[in-house]
């Protein structure tokens, strides 16, 4: 029996929300977005044909409210509501709400949720289908003798997981039987703060396994399918980085196995819809990790390799239709590989950023890649959710062209405004140990020396191309007034009599200034180099856009100004540059030493630093606590504190001045 689904409501936000609309809109079907107040002017609110505001921008008081969801479901009229992922997606509360106002939920039954957000029922369960599970103690008895005995029974080391949670958090490694009982206590309380439920589960650690996850969908008709599988171990505690599909470096016969173990996985449970199975995969061995009831942020990668729209069958099994394909009728051709770019700094600890998006560029002229994105140059990026702002995704033939292709869609993406990791993203992507595909849950951790640490990209070409691209800003700027065409003060070069004009730009980027003489030319300038003098002839269009010769070499690059500030994107580098007035006194040029800010409001939690104490690069010296979590403002660089100016309780602007540093005498 099957149901029209007239009008769809998205309880969701940013990218997912967009790209649900995107296919919903290609079925016909009228889209609804919510918003919470933060969200106002977002992209998916402009896309949707209809936008009800559900609540301010605190994630619980809005996209998190079933009934507020529910009643914009009544009210637009909605037939469907699809959660997306994250917020509710995985609420079985949320799912019977639906199903008890008459609104379709596009996912599972709530039962199948409830099921898999046990990991103890879940591993019961999967061990009754012949699945394999990973040698361990899931028993409903958590009394501590007899969850010490299960842990001697497993031996050490062993991994203490919340049964409630996910994501890593309440998640302990226990290396003998002496640390148990504080890890246990530990892991417990963490479990209860975030959760609400303190049971446990140990399980055997199998040190850095790969996770390799596979894609499964069930209708109501009982059919039930796989869509292949996907290799996702490259994570950051617990959050995903990059992903791919199929996982490289798998048997066949593993594959097949792992294929069809989801698949009974999917049937134990009666599942419908789209679902996840996660695997941790050692050399030749697969266990049982969890299953995710949603659609999966990674979900692109399959449908770049199958060519199917997962949303669409979602909707269609929603509907109560059967699946679209079946089993023989599901074929794989060629590789993808995603990245997901958020605002977070990777080289402060991932600190999330707040900001404008001043300068948002995505090439999407490039072949084979695909961007999902929920926001617009121009965007505030707040603090209240998840720093996901767009997915870059990239097919190939195979896992090389895949990888080739994602990272020139990572050198052509522009953000200015805020940070964000997409260097880090192309480090990962161009490390010759990814090339290889030797990637496990320790990647990140196991290449941090080649990955992170990389200052801003200084080279002669692009201090000659960032002058050149001012030169040019500052000639525009000056161009003659057409009021008085004639007037000497329009001239825009430094002409003097018998002599070529030169120009002078002074730079500044991090704590150094830079001054450069360009000597006029009817196509360029000639700079004064260490080197020698250097010819930089070319042009740079209105949107920034640069065509360079510099000596016998064309170059290409982009120059983003913005108020006095430049972003030199050149071969997938950046360099940002404060174009200093020449007429301001060296005085101001001076960047403050030391000046330590937090990055973002919040409450201080904890402050080591003192004055007169030395420390050295990297020292933590003040802990910031917003959006649950803790964020250090630590030491640049080796030096002495001058001054501490916050203290414990104390509430903090963004920019506010914490610690003031000095180099060590
Ligand atoms: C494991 C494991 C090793 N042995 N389970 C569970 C949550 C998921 N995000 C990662 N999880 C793991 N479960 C057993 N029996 C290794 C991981 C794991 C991990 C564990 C601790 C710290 C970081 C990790 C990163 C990826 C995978």
Not at 138 to 145: L, M, P
Not at 284 to 297: A, K, Y
Request: aromatic letters at 4%; one cysteine or more.
């Amino acid at each position: 029996m099957t149901r029209p689904i007239r009008t769809l409501l998205i309880a969701n936000r940013g990218e997912i929300a967009v790209r649900i609309i995107r296919t919903a809109r290609s079925m016909g079907i009228r889209t609804v977005a919510v918003f919470s107040d933060a969200d106002t002017d977002a992209l998916h609110v402009a896309m949707a044909d209809e936008a009800l505001r559900i609540g301010p921008a605190p994630a619980r008081a809005s996209y998190l409210a079933i009934e507020a969801m529910i009643d914009a479901a009544c009210v637009s009229g909605a037939d469907a509501i699809h959660p997306g992922y994250g917020f509710l997606a995985e609420n079985a509360d949320f799912a019977e709400a639906c199903l008890a106002a008459g609104v379709i939920f596009v996912g599972p039954p709530a039962a199948a949720i409830r099921a898999m957000g046990s990991k103890a029922d879940a591993r019961r369960l999967m061990q009754a289908a012949g699945v394999p599970v990973v040698p361990g103690y899931d028993g409903a008895d958590q009394g501590i003798e007899t969850l010490e005995a299960a842990a001697v029974a497993i031996g050490f080391p062993l991994l203490v997981k919340p049964s409630a949670g996910g994501g890593g958090k309440g998640m302990r490694v226990v290396g003998s039987a002496t640390e148990f009982r504080d890890a246990l206590a530990s892991a417990k309380r963490e479990a209860l703060s975030a959760f609400g439920d303190d049971r446990m589960i140990l399980e055997k650690y199998l040190g850095q396994p790969r996770h390799v996850e596979v894609q499964v969908f069930a209708a109501r008709t009982g059919r039930t399918v796989h869509l292949f599988e996907r290799d996702c171990s490259i994570q950051r505690r617990h959050q995903k980085v990059i992903e791919e599909a199929p996982a490289p470096g798998l048997s066949e016969p593993l594959r097949r196995e792992l294929r069809n173990a989801a698949i009974a996985c999917a049937r134990a449970v009666d599942y419908v819809g789209a679902g996840t199975v996660e695997f941790l995969v050692t050399k030749d061995q697969f266990f049982f990790m969890e299953m995710n009831t949603r659609l999966q942020v990674e979900h692109p990668v399959t449908e770049a390799i199958t060519g199917l729209d997962l949303v669409e069958w979602q909707i269609r099994v929603a509907r109560g239709e059967d699946l679209p394909r079946a089993q023989d009728e599901i074929a794989m051709r060629g590789h993808a590989v995603e990245a997901r770019l958020s605002t977070e700094d990777p080289e402060a600890g991932f600190l999330p950023q707040t900001g404008r998006l001043d300068h948002l560029r995505f090439p999407v002229e490039l072949d084979g890649v695909r961007i999902d994105t929920g926001v617009r140059q121009g965007d505030d990026v707040s603090i209240h959710y998840d720093p996901l702002i767009a997915k870059v995704i990239a097919h190939g033939s195979d896992r090389s062209e895949a990888i080739g292709r994602l990272r020139a869609a990572l050198a052509g993406t522009e953000i200015v405004g805020l940070k964000t990791n997409r260097g880090l993203l192309s480090e990962i992507v161009a490390h010759p140990a990814f090339a290889q595909g030797s990637i496990d849950t320790g990647f990140i951790e196991a290449h941090q020396a080649d990955l992170f640490g990389r200052a801003d990209h200084l080279d002669e070409r692009i201090l000659l191309l960032a002058a050149f691209a001012a030169l040019r800003a500052q000639e525009r700027s000056t161009a003659v007034d057409a009021a008085d065409p004639f007037s000497p003060w329009g001239e825009p070069t430094g002409w003097r009599l018998g002599e070529p004009a030169t120009l002078r730009v002074t730079l500044a980027i991090g704590e150094r200034t830079m001054t450069l003489e360009g000597a006029c030319r009817a196509d360029g300038y000639v700079f004064d180099t260490p080197t020698g003098h250097v010819a930089v002839t070319g042009t740079v269009a209105a949107d920034g856009a640069i065509l360079a010769r510099i000596g016998d070499r064309l170059v290409h690059a982009h120059g983003v100004i913005i108020g006095e500030r430049m972003t030199l994107f050149v071969d997938g580098h950046e360099a940002a540059f404060e174009l200093v007035d020449p007429r301001r006194p060296a005085s101001e040029l001076a960047v403050a030493p030391g000046r330590l800010t937090s990055p973002m409001p919040g409450l201080v939690v904890a402050v080591t630093a003192a004055a007169g104490q030395t420390v050295v690069k990297g020292a933590p010296l003040v802990i910031v606590e917003a959006m649950k979590m803790e964020h250090a403002v630590t030491a640049p660089r080796d030096g002495r504190i001058r001054a501490v100016k916050v203290a414990i309780g104390d509430q903090v602007a963004a920019g506010a001045e914490l610690v003031v540093m000095e180099d060590a005498a």
